[in-house]
């Protein structure tokens, strides 16, 4: 029997890194008895050992439950969805919250608000959501919840008395948490189409079944066999099983208007399916749910395979990453010194932490990723206009008339003993401070403006150090701006090195020039000539180191005799190093390669 609309509760618990959302969502699974006591655990809806190890959500994890108060009543279903918090998943967390009616803001009342709290509050105001104000962990020694209270009820402009207070840990408060959400949050509305029509908030790959996209239903109602369609990608599909997450995968007969639950589609091409994307009757005359649009990219690295005989193996899996993660992109490229590998696009560094490490853990690849990039927007003398996704195919200096470049708005909470410090940092990384605002505890927020390229440039690593770890960080993609840059390549026996080319700020392409040339005069091996290390920039070269060649004793086996014949070998072998010198070239070890490539930008 399909479930009354109004008895139905869709929801979502949004927070900072580390504020105790998984924990959280145990215990309302735990108290819903949604699962069993015997077979709970920490961070149940985690599923990637990744997630555990981190304690970060990476994968979105719906999860329904049955819920019924104390008193009696009505028996309500409560469909929550687990969201990744990081700026990095923000289309998806925007498409998420599209399908949910209400979230919990959970904030540790240990810490107060941080930055990423304010970018997830913005997302759940933007997508309409009613917002239930939660602090946690109020069982901690630490725990200040009058103080925190107070601070998110005026962050929100609403009375203390509304602000929620509940341990994870103890479960203290999730009754009362549980009631609040019946309350305040509104059920889904009602729909009077007949029409089936859905929104992909995710999706999972099986290699049985295909790809299962995860949908809120607005519209209509799903049953397995019905014929369906992608309406962006235009595929059309037959249902092969509909059902919902409780919180495991569990078939049902249908879908209705207003509940959350999974549709398996068979599919087994990448690239088809998207979040945000709407699903409904095939040849149906509903218009798509607003909002859709495809992720790009905006942080690209070269990934290699350690052995060339993987390449097969690495391309096989990215293709299965794909399956589950639309957002990844790849395409084969050649490099002189490491073979065949793949250029990939990742929606941020922690995007890309993530596929790398699941590509070994899951597929038990051995990898070689070169220091991550950014695209730039290159116009030409010419009047030609060409975005640039690696360095080695960036314009020589004398054909470039403009550059630009993503900016990115910073979003920093400090303590005031470490504003001095940030400030600097501020200024090194080329950020400009846009507006402060003080905290009834003290503490200082900044927002600035700065460009990506120097938000990657060990941005957030600095932050932490001069902080003591205390500050918070979140960021958020604005628009193109004019680049001051120039292209940095690396020569080897007056031979470019492609691999080694960089994109760097005009201001410190000196320092950045003496300190790769050194660093590879230190680590690569003696020729049997002399070789130059030379960096080249603006046209020119800016700095140079000379490798002195191997010395090789040609006279060793001689034995007394005429002092003509020890000069004859060394007038010949110096005849020798000359032709190579003019003619050789180096052959950089892998292992040389693979220190340049991974070192990371100080």
């Not at 509940?166 to 009631?179: C, H, I, K, P, Y």
């Not at 049902?252 to 639950?261: D, F, P, Q, Y």
């Not at 905290?439 to 150090?465: C, H, Q, S, W």
Request: hydrophobic letters at 40%.
């Amino acid at each position: 029997m399909a479930q009354s609309i109004e008895t139905i509760r869709n929801f979502s618990i949004v927070a900072h890194v580390d504020h105790g959302k998984s924990t959280l969502a145990d215990r309302l699974l735990e108290r819903t008895g949604t699962i069993e006591a015997r077979k709970m655990r920490d961070q149940v809806l985690d599923k990637m050992d990744l997630e555990r190890e981190r304690g970060i959500t990476i994968k979105m994890q719906p999860a329904r439950m049955k819920y019924r108060a104390a008193g009696g009543g009505a028996e309500y279903v409560l469909n929550l969805i687990d969201t990744p918090g990081h700026i990095d998943f923000a289309y998806e967390v925007s498409r998420a919250l599209k399908a949910v009616e209400g979230v919990l803001l959970l904030v540790d009342s240990t810490q107060g608000v941080q930055a990423q709290t304010l970018t997830t509050l913005s997302m759940a105001k933007e997508a309409g959501c009613v917002i239930i104000p939660v602090i946690s962990k109020i069982d901690s020694p630490y725990a200040r919840p009058e103080e925190v209270k107070a601070e998110l009820g005026a962050l929100l402009g609403v009375s203390v008395e509304t602000v929620l207070a509940v341990s994870g840990r103890t479960g203290e408060g999730v009754d009362e948490l549980l009631a609040a959400i019946v309350e305040r949050i509104p059920p889904p509305h009602a729909s009077t189409a007949n029409e089936s029509r859905a929104l992909i908030f995710d999706f999972s790959y099986s290699t049985h079944r295909g790809i299962a996209v995860f949908v809120r239903m607005f519209d209509g109602s799903l049953k397995k066999g019905d014929a369906l369609s992608f309406r962006a990608a235009g595929k059309q599909f037959t249902s092969l099983e509909v059902g919902i997450f409780a919180p495991d995968e569990t078939p049902v007969a249908a879908l209705s208007a207003g509940e959350i639950g999974y549709v398996v589609t068979g599919v087994k091409e990448p690239g088809i399916v998207a979040v945000g994307d709407t699903v409904g009757a095939h040849r149906g005359t509903l218009p798509p749910l607003s909002g859709f649009d495809r992720p790009r990219p905006v942080v690209w690295a070269s990934v290699y395979p350690e052995s060339q005989d993987d390449l097969p193996d690495l391309r096989q899996a990215l293709e299965r990453l794909r399956l589950s993660d639309s957002s990844l992109s790849f395409e084969e490229e050649s490099s002189g010194v490491l073979g065949r590998g793949f250029r990939c696009g990742f929606l941020g560094m922690l995007h890309l932490e993530i596929i790398t490490e699941r590509l070994r853990r899951e597929f038990g690849l051995h990898l070689i990723v070169t220091i991550p990039t950014i695209s730039y927007t290159v116009t030409t003398k010419q009047g030609k206009r060409e975005t640039v996704y690696t360095p080695s195919k960036f314009p020589a200096f004398g054909d470039i008339a403009a550059v630009e470049e993503p900016w990115v708005r910073v979003v920093l909470i400090t303590p005031p003993d470490a504003l001095s410090a940030l400030m600097q940092l501020f200024h090194d990384h080329e950020a400009v401070v846009m507006a402060t605002e003080n905290y009834a505890d003290g503490r200082i927020e900044l927002t600035a403006e700065m460009p990506l390229r120097e938000l990657m440039r060990g941005f957030f690593d600095r932050v932490k150090n001069v902080s003591s770890g205390y500050a918070s960080l979140s960021y958020e993609f604005l628009d193109e701006r004019p680049a001051d840059v120039v292209k940095l390549d690396i020569l080897v026996a007056e031979e470019s090195v492609p691999a080694f080319a960089r994109v760097v700020a005009r201001r410190r392409v000196q320092e950045e020039a003496e300190r790769m040339v050194e660093k590879l005069h230190g680590i690569l091996p003696k020729q049997l000539f002399v070789t130059k290390i030379q960096a080249e920039a603006l046209g020119r070269i800016i700095a140079s180191r000379t490798l002195s060649a191997m010395r090789k004793d040609v006279t060793g086996y001689l034995y007394g005799g005429d002092i003509t014949r020890k000069m004859k070998l060394l007038e010949k072998q110096k005849r020798g190093k000359k032709r190579m010198a003019a003619h050789g070239k180096v052959d950089i070890p892998e292992d040389v390669f693979m220190k340049m490539v991974q070192e990371s930008e100080r």
